[in-house]
């Protein structure tokens, strides 16, 4: 997802290469997730968070990522705190630069292959679960969302802990970004459909459906899920569309 500009270089930023693809963690975005990371069951389990949420983003930016290599452009991972930026790199172009794009539904499918790189782990990690004994259930969030619990077999609550919370990061950060608000994931998604269906009022519907969905999820997610943060960015990204709609 992109909610803000690639953030520019510091010196304090950790550079590393995944599977060939450049990736770049910005100082603060430690700072966001050892805010957002919480535990009330001491400080292995904080850690254990922290790190679940390091790697569920960066697993969410590299299916973009490596979805946008199969159709042959290249790109850097950003983590920053926005969250996590997939951003093409400019190709060589004879003696100059150019950012070649993609087409509607090559770009559709990189927009999907982040969230879905969360719940494929997710299925990984609860079929693991059934084969190796464990239970797999669900409970009912806030009294009417579905969501998986998992117990392994035995009693390694570490480990239960480390599962349990990568099923959550993935499936809360995956659906969250298939919102169809811009500039999400989801919202990317709906705009290149609208313009497939409509390259004249493609844009605006989408801006449309943005401003009015946003503002859905924030009252949904102060009314239901009592969540000030949910409410606060979607509400901003919904003021985001409005203001698109006016210009
Ligand atoms: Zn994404």
């Known amino acids: ?10 010196r304090y930023d950790l550079n590393f290469n995944l599977f060939g693809i450049p990736v770049r963690v910005h100082p603060i975005f430690w700072l966001m997730i050892l805010l957002f990371a919480s535990s009330t069951r001491g400080l292995l389990q904080y850690f254990i968070w922290v790190v679940v949420i390091f790697l569920s983003l960066l697993l969410h930016e590299m299916g973009h990522a490596l979805v946008m290599r199969g159709f042959g452009r290249s790109s850097e991972v950003i983590l920053y705190y926005g969250g996590g930026l997939t951003v093409p790199c400019a190709e060589a172009w004879g003696t100059t630069w150019a950012n070649v794009s993609l087409s509607r ?3 559709i499918l990189v927009s999907l292959a982040g969230s879905f790189m969360g719940f494929f782990l997710v299925a990984i990690v609860l079929v693991f679960i059934k084969l190796s004994g464990g239970l797999v259930g669900l409970t009912l969030l806030f009294g009417f969302l579905p969501f998986p619990v998992i117990q392994l077999a035995g009693s390694n609550v570490l480990l239960n802990s480390l599962l349990m919370s990568l099923v959550w990061v993935n499936l809360f950060w995956g659906i969250i970004n298939l919102m169809p608000v811009l ?5 990317n998604i709906a705009q290149h459909l609208f313009l497939i269906a409509d390259p004249y009022t493609g844009q605006r519907k989408a801006y449309q459906l943005s401003m009015v969905s946003g503002a859905l999820v924030a009252v949904a997610g102060l009314l239901l899920l009592r969540s000030l943060y949910l409410a606060m960015i979607f509400g901003f990204l919904a003021f985001q569309s409005y203001q698109a709609l006016k210009r």
């Open 105 to 107: 539904k090559q770009e």
């Open 1 to 10: 997802m992109m909610l803000f500009q690639p953030p520019p270089i510091t």
């Open 183 to 187: 500039p999400l994931d989801g919202g």
